[in-house]
């Protein structure tokens, strides 16, 4: 079992910068690939990054590609998603989730723990 809890969320204007963090306790963290999604009302849970068990590859969606950055810290147990030149479209609730051996997975359905998820909202 693993558990995942989200923090750094908040309200930032656009182009704004946010850091979110995931705090992973239980067994084997630095086995699982991890992956943050994000979820806004009314539309489907959606990819956001990824990062392999070892922190030596990502992934991105086109959406926030060259703006965001996931990094992991096994030492830690803790992975993190840098948000930068934040824009509207991007509000939603960002969801951690831990997978194994599904790295860069674009379903959600191939993980297998999840946060509670943390708001960011950006304004105009």
């Known amino acids: 079992q693993v558990q995942l809890v989200e923090s750094g969320g908040g309200l930032v204007q656009a182009g704004g910068s946010l850091r979110l963090s995931c705090a992973a306790s239980?067994?084997?963290?630095?086995?699982?690939?991890m992956a943050w999604f994000r979820q806004a009302p009314g539309k489907e849970r959606e990819f956001v990054a990824a990062?392999?068990?070892?922190?030596?590859?990502?992934s991105y969606a086109d959406s926030v590609k060259g703006r965001f950055t996931i990094s992991r810290d096994n030492a830690k147990n803790t992975v993190y998603l840098q948000m930068n030149s934040l824009k509207p479209e991007d509000t939603a609730v960002y969801h951690c989730?831990?997978?194994?051996?599904?790295?860069?997975?674009?379903?959600?359905?191939?993980?297998?723990?999840w946060g509670q998820g943390t708001q960011v909202t950006v304004s105009s």
């Open positions: 990062v392999i068990w070892t922190g030596t590859s990502t």
């Open positions: 239980g067994r084997s963290f630095s086995t699982y690939d």
């Open positions: 989730a831990a997978s194994f051996a599904k790295y860069g997975s674009r379903s959600w359905s191939d993980y297998d723990y």
